[in-house]
Nanobody, 127 residues
């Protein structure tokens, strides 16, 4: 079974930082790209960032470029999202995502096709 467990969310003031963590298990972590999605109140879930298996290639949605950094530690089966200069528009539930095998339905974001998501962690940014 594939399990993705997010942590690190919380409530912060605008301009502050948070680091989200995702622990993956039951998955071929080192051979697949990973990512982060988010869903704000009243909006659809959107892709935030992706990272390739080796960690050398990343992709970000325009609204977070220059502020967020995705990284991974393959030895620990962990992926992270460092979020700096947070603003109220970043308020959302953030979900860790893993690439889908070819037999599973998935959604394309960046150069990855994601088919698994975790339970989410809430990030709230106040003015």
């Amino acid at each position: 079974q594939v399990q993705l467990v997010e942590s690190g969310g919380g409530s912060v003031q605008a301009g502050r930082s948070l680091r989200l963590s995702c622990a993956a298990s039951g998955y071929s972590f080192t051979g697949n790209c990973m990512g982060w999605y988010r869903q704000a109140p009243g909006k659809e879930r959107e892709g935030v960032a992706t990272i390739n298996p080796g960690g050398g290639t990343t992709y970000y949605t325009d609204s977070v470029k220059g502020r967020f950094t995705i990284s991974r530690d393959n030895a620990k089966n962990m992926v992270y999202l460092q979020m700096n200069s947070l603003n109220p528009e970043d308020t959302a539930v953030y979900y860790c995502a893993a690439a889908a095998p070819n037999w599973r339905a998935g959604n394309w974001f960046g150069n990855c096709r994601f088919g698994y998501w975790g339970q989410g962690t809430q990030v709230t940014v106040s003015s």
